[in-house]
């Protein structure tokens, strides 16, 4: 076993990979194949290579070529259980892309129910999309918790006790610790959110939040009274003019943007990351309004760190990152601009009395979709924690409708799961994302999105590839992670407001 070549063979497997799922994901392929790529690569994801290369990790002493070994440990094995469980990944995505559905006579492909749920007007509308959409959810489940099993047999198999025990080393994560940090994020939102989320019921759905179903929120989500002042057309153009004001415009011809609409294409915005720097793709579905300025600017976060990745980096530090907390900060903190009155008055012509109006909004929408990922991150660390599979659907209901209010559908358990704990990813990015906005508004004043020295500053941190946790890089900028006061103070400073 050559390590170098075995790195080569895995940037080339991964190139191949994005792509398929790429092609699949926006509609311009039906089938995914992914299981074939993983069966001709399989020569190197093999239980051999990963001995031999515990066996390099444990001789090897310089700290710097350790983490380089762990990060090519992790990725084969990641793909050591993806060669196994690939065929039936693969076959829930065509059956997803192709599924269609009848509501009141009318035939609508799956992936057009959740744009019309977030726009439609008419509360019982949208429970009706949303029962239609189940029915479809539901027939899978079975081969999804099948593929939970399997995972875990192979996580045992390589010789981890658990789930935890194999994403708390491949991720670097304490996740009993990070819980606890939920857990007080949680409580100390608690009063704020019933207090916002009770008003907006009464003024949204003209009905006391009570029994109130959780399609409901995606509809909150994309709400449609400041729509206006989002236009559709103007979503790639607005992004494409910030770049040029803060200087990175120099890296847009790397990043191939997709925002053609498809019937077929996934809804949820994605961005790739096929060859670092030189090929990225940010792909957006525009459905109208605020939040797709949000979805765009977020993966232009991701599209702008991988077009930054510095070529000097071995291969293995610019994609082969520990987790994704790194990344979803940097889009964090873009998205979070298209709410800032000052970015609205610059680029979008808007008033600041408006301007405040939509931050409020969009405030109450962050934090709803912030107590949506606590609720998420601990239901699947109580059921993994716990080995208690078979209570993830009560655990999901019972903790998703404990930090929403709204009531969850068991039968979305699975798919509204994303692996290897990645909702601890993102609420690692709320948290950080607070403290780098903090940071950057002190040193480069109110209007820092215009100013090219906060252009220069992300560049560097961009530069750096994946090579360091986000809590590294705080830690760096003189914060102590998950310090979760800036995250905190934010919701309570904007809406806490008028009290
Ligand atoms: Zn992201």
Not at 56 to 64: A, F, V, Y
Not at 472 to 486: A, E, F, H, I, N
Request: aromatic share 14%.
């Amino acid at each position: 076993m050559d390590i170098l070549d075995l790195e080569d063979q895995l940037s080339k497997f991964i190139y191949e990979l994005e792509t398929e799922d790429r092609l699949v994901r926006v509609g311009l392929k039906d089938t995914a194949e992914s299981s074939k790529i993983y069966k001709k690569y399989k020569s190197i994801f093999t239980e051999k290579n990963l001995s031999e290369i515990q066996a390099l990790i444990s001789k090897t002493k310089n700290p710097g070529t350790r983490d380089i070994y762990k990060r090519i440990y992790f990725t084969i094995a990641g793909s050591f259980i993806g060669l196994a469980t690939a065929s039936s990944e693969d076959q829930i995505t065509t059956y997803f892309s192709g599924a269609k559905v009848k509501v009141a006579g009318e035939e609508i492909p799956y992936y057009e129910l959740m744009p019309r749920i977030s726009k439609d007007t008419v509360f019982e509308k949208r429970e009706r999309l949303d029962d239609a959409g189940t029915s479809v959810v539901s027939k899978v489940n079975s081969k999804r918790l099948k593929l939970v099993q399997d995972e875990l047999k192979l996580i045992k198999k390589l010789g981890f006790s658990d789930y935890v025990d194999y994403f708390s080393k491949g991720k670097k994560m304490d996740y009993a610790k990070f819980y606890k940090v939920v857990n007080k994020i949680t409580k100390e939102t608690d009063k704020i959110w019933n207090k916002v989320m009770f008003q907006v019921s009464q003024e949204v759905f003209k009905r006391p939040f009570v029994n109130i179903r959780s399609c409901h929120l995606a509809y909150l989500r994309s709400i449609s009274m400041y729509d206006n002042y989002y236009p559709k057309e103007k979503v790639v153009p607005t992004f494409l003019k910030w770049t040029q004001d803060i200087g990175l415009a120099d890296l847009i011809p790397s990043i191939q943007i997709d925002d053609r609409d498809r019937p077929k294409k996934n809804p949820r915005a994605v961005c790739y990351w096929p060859k670092p720097p030189e090929e990225i793709h940010l792909v957006i579905k525009p459905i109208g309004g605020e939040q797709d300025f949000e979805a765009l600017f977020h993966e232009g976060g991701h599209a702008l760190h991988g077009a930054s990745v510095s070529v000097k980096l071995p291969y293995t530090l610019r994609a082969l990152a520990h987790s994704n907390a790194l990344t979803e900060t940097y889009a964090f903190l873009l998205e979070d601009m298209v709410f800032d009155p000052d970015f609205l008055t610059s680029y979008l012509n808007v008033s600041s009395f408006t301007g405040n109006k939509i931050k409020w909004q969009a405030y109450f929408v962050n934090l709803m979709m912030l107590r949506r990922y606590l609720g998420k991150f601990s239901y699947e660390y109580e059921m993994f924690s716990k080995g208690a599979i078979s209570k993830g659907p009560l655990l999901y209901s019972k903790n998703l409708q404990r930090t929403t209010g709204f009531i969850t559908k068991r039968e979305n358990w699975l798919a509204d799961m994303d692996g290897g704990f990645y909702s601890a990813d993102y609420l690692r990015a709320w948290i950080s994302a607070a403290q780098i906005h903090d940071y950057i508004k002190r040193k480069f004043g109110k209007k820092w999105f215009v100013n090219g020295k906060t252009g220069e500053f992300l560049r560097k941190l961009y530069s750096r590839g994946v090579t360091d946790e986000i809590e590294d890089v705080v830690t760096r900028l003189g914060y102590k992670p998950w310090d979760t006061s800036y995250l905190i103070s934010g919701y309570r400073d904007v809406l806490g407001k008028g009290e």
